[in-house]
T-cell receptor, first 116, second 114 residues
Framework: ETGVTQSPTHLIKTRGQQVTLRCSSQ?????VSWYQQALGQGPQFIFQ???????GRGNFPPRFSGLQFPNYSSELNVNALELDDSALYLCASSRDGLLAHTDTQYFGPGTRLTVL | GENVEQHPSTLSVQEGDSAVIKCTYSDSASNYFPWYKQELGKRPQLIID?????GEKKDQRIAVTLNKTAKHFSLHITETQPEDSAVYFC?????????????FGPGTSLSVIP
């Protein structure tokens, strides 16, 4: 198992609500990426944070936002939830987003979000 | 945009046989290609990766080959066992940017029949 943890494990929300998901990176890792994995699909890149700043973003609307804290833990916030936001949300940590483009990412167990 | 294709989408093999999964990528600047195994309800786990400065890498029963000219790479699992049953994802890193954007393929569901 990796040292990456996520909370909560499961979450149920209704349309229009807001949600915050949390990720704790593996020790020594200063970069975290967030992915959305819909059922039966591969993970889709949402964004990456490196040393508390957004370092790249995929094709997701602005209502998906994030934070990274000085201890390199991270949050994913989603506003105005839609039914299609139902998915497994995965975070992955790596050592250095800027100096190691090809560094290995280690995934957390994910948060299963259901939007009703 | 960047894209990773993966085939087949499902694969069923007899225990002890070999399994091969193939992927192609679109971004010629990509130079890191990890493979992840995801069991039902669990996180993706890295099983092997390859960088563009080598053409082949092997780790026990698992091997990956890379053809940069053709922009495709493959996963080979030999002597398959029932515990190899899972969904396998190939991926390519979005090199050319400053961040570790990893583009995943759609996955291959592998079933190993005892």
């Amino acid at each position: 198992e990796t040292g990456v943890t996520q909370s909560p494990t499961h979450l149920i929300k209704t349309r229009g609500q807001q949600v915050t998901l949390r990720c704790s990176s593996q020790s020594g890792h200063n970069t975290v990426s967030w992915y959305q994995q819909a059922l039966g699909q591969g993970p889709q890149f949402i964004f990456q944070y490196y040393r508390e700043e957004e370092n790249g973003r995929g094709n997701f609307p602005p209502r998906f936002s994030g934070l990274q804290f000085p201890n390199y833990s991270s949050e994913l916030n989603v506003n105005a939830l839609e039914l299609d936001d139902s998915a497994l949300y995965l975070c992955a940590s790596s050592r250095d987003g800027l100096l190691a483009h090809t560094d290995t990412q280690y995934f957390g167990p994910g948060t299963r979000l259901t939007v009703l | 945009g960047e894209n990773v294709e993966q085939h087949p989408s499902t694969l069923s093999v007899q225990e002890g046989d070999s399994a091969v999964i193939k992927c192609t990528y679109s971004d010629s600047a990509s130079n890191y290609f990890p493979w992840y195994k995801q069991e039902l309800g669990k996180r993706p786990q890295l099983i092997i990766d390859i960088r563009s400065n080598v053409g082949e890498k092997k780790d026990q029963r698992i091997a990956v080959t890379l053809n940069k000219t053709a922009k495709h790479f493959s996963l080979h699992i030999t002597e398959t066992q029932p515990e190899d049953s899972a969904v396998y994802f190939c991926a390519a890193s979005g090199v050319g940017t400053s961040y570790d954007k990893v583009i995943f393929g759609p996955g291959t569901s592998l079933s190993v029949i005892p």
